[in-house]
């Protein structure tokens, strides 16, 4: 089985601030790691996805991720935060074996102050 | 067209009715699937189809009926729902094979209150 840790539950950052959002996994077999975002009243977009490779993962709106299989970490970054990316983001851990379905963190809220 | 389409955005119903959310999706996606998001929460998948089967129920009690008419439609049909089961239902699909490593499509989601 697997599962996902999203170690901070809410991120307040500066307009045009750095931001990383952490997502640490847990799985036996080998994994893909996503992470959407969910903005107010939506569903959820992917931004980005790690399958295999590279693993620095380049996602749409300015974020990247950076795979680390020995820290078993997923975490998500962006250089320069703008307002539009207040929203709640979630990590999510996908298996290579078994059954279709993801498996989601607990969410993280980011919030854009001016 | 890329996307999932969900109706009603919102739903309030009583203890005894009966209702039904859908979700169409035009993109030639093969499985479609079915999640719960109660607020400040993740989603939590209920039930998945593949190829117009059901193919993962997560253990949902029988209020929550699914049903895949075609390879296009997915409904769920509620009925005797409690308050506990308000909350933002979202449908989402993606290619049977390349669903996990694709990621999913969704759709804004249906918000059901039930009183």
């Known amino acids: 089985a697997q599962s996902v840790t999203q170690l901070d539950s809410q991120v307040p950052v500066f307009e045009e601030a750095p931001v990383e959002l952490r997502c640490n996994y847990s799985s036996s077999v080998s994994v893909y790691l996503f992470w959407y975002v969910q903005y107010p009243n939506q569903g959820l977009q992917l931004l980005l996805k790690?399958?295999?490779?590279?693993?620095l993962v380049k996602g749409i709106n300015g974020f990247e991720a950076e795979f680390n299989k020995s820290q078993t970490s997923f975490h998500l970054r962006k250089p320069s935060v703008h307002i539009s990316d207040t929203a709640e983001y979630f990590c999510?851990?996908?298996?290579?074996?078994?059954?279709?379905?993801?498996?989601f963190g607990q969410g993280t809220r980011l919030t854009i102050n001016p | 067209d890329t996307e999932v389409t969900q109706t009603p955005k919102h739903l309030v119903m009583g203890m005894t009715n009966k209702k039904s959310l859908k979700c169409e999706q035009h993109m030639g996606h093969r499985a479609m699937y079915w999640y719960k998001q109660k607020a400040k929460k993740p989603p939590e998948l209920m039930f998945v189809?593949?190829?117009?089967?059901?193919?993962i129920n997560e253990s949902v009690p029988s209020r929550f009926s699914p049903e895949c008419p075609n390879s296009s439609l997915l409904n769920l049909h509620l009925h005797a729902l409690q308050p506990e089961d308000s909350a933002l239902y979202l449908c989402?699909?993606?290619?049977?094979?390349?669903?996990?490593?694709?990621?999913?499509?969704f759709g804004s989601g249906t918000r059901l209150t039930v009183v």
């Open positions: 790690y399958l295999s490779g590279s693993t």
């Open positions: 999510a851990v996908g298996s290579i074996q078994g059954a279709q379905k993801l498996v």
């Open positions: 189809y593949s190829y117009e089967k059901l193919s």
């Open positions: 989402a699909s993606s290619q049977p094979r390349t669903g996990v490593t694709g990621g999913y499509t």
